[in-house]
């Protein structure tokens, strides 16, 4: 079942996808075994919880940077970033890098090119086979998601990492129309993937 990571969730799945990127970036980590996410929330408070995603990424076995395949980081840079754009999105990169020891390419989607009213919608799926990773988005007002009051995700709480029993999104769907068949969106990679190397 993909894991749908809200504000300060973390998860690990082979598909991870992430409610209203706005301020928010979501953040996933590949490693040979699989993906793990966490939803940031204002760039604000990145700092004071990075230290929560290392944590989460050593309970899961991952203890080093030769664990770690693949970086990404994708919101909406103008919103998160004001006038820093994707020099600043480089910046935070690198700080969550430091922070959890990782060492190779970042990649990221700048969200901001579809213009969305309410946030993007963003989902990661690894193909284990290839362990290649493709990355979909929609409008955040062009999904559906349900929403209930069950065990999700581990969430950043005060004091530390625990579950959530907030409302959390437990699945999303695309609002199906004539001209988009109830499907997401697959980045043009060659055109809107950003990367670097840290």
């Not at 290392?54 to 991952?62: M, T």
């Not at 309410?118 to 990661?124: H, I, K, M, Q, S």
């Not at 069950?150 to 004539?178: C, D, E, F, I």
Request: charged share 25%; proline share 4%; hydrophobic share 35%.
């Amino acid at each position: 079942m993909p894991a749908y990571l809200d504000e300060e969730q973390l998860g690990s799945d082979d598909i991870i996808g992430f409610p209203h990127l706005l301020l928010c970036m979501g953040v996933v980590v590949v490693t040979p075994d699989g993906m793990h996410g966490m939803h940031f929330t204002n760039r604000g408070r990145t700092e004071a919880v990075v230290g929560y995603l290392a944590e989460y990424l050593r309970s899961n076995g991952v203890t080093g940077a030769e664990d770690m395949i693949d970086l990404y980081g994708s919101g909406n840079f103008k919103i998160r970033y004001g006038g820093g754009g994707k020099n600043a999105w480089k910046e935070e990169m690198r700080l969550i890098a430091g922070a959890i020891g990782y060492q190779g390419k970042a990649r990221g989607f700048d969200t901001s090119i579809i213009k969305p009213a309410d946030g993007t919608y963003v989902e990661y799926h690894r193909d284990p086979l290839r362990n290649k990773i493709k990355i979909f988005y929609k409008r955040n007002e062009k999904m559906d998601f349900t929403r209930d009051g069950g065990l999700h995700p581990t969430m950043v709480n005060k004091g530390g990492l625990g579950p959530s029993r907030l409302a959390g999104t437990s699945s999303a769907a695309v609002k199906v129309t004539r001209s988009n068949k109830g499907q997401l969106h697959e980045v043009n990679y060659w055109l809107r993937l950003t990367d670097f190397t840290i």
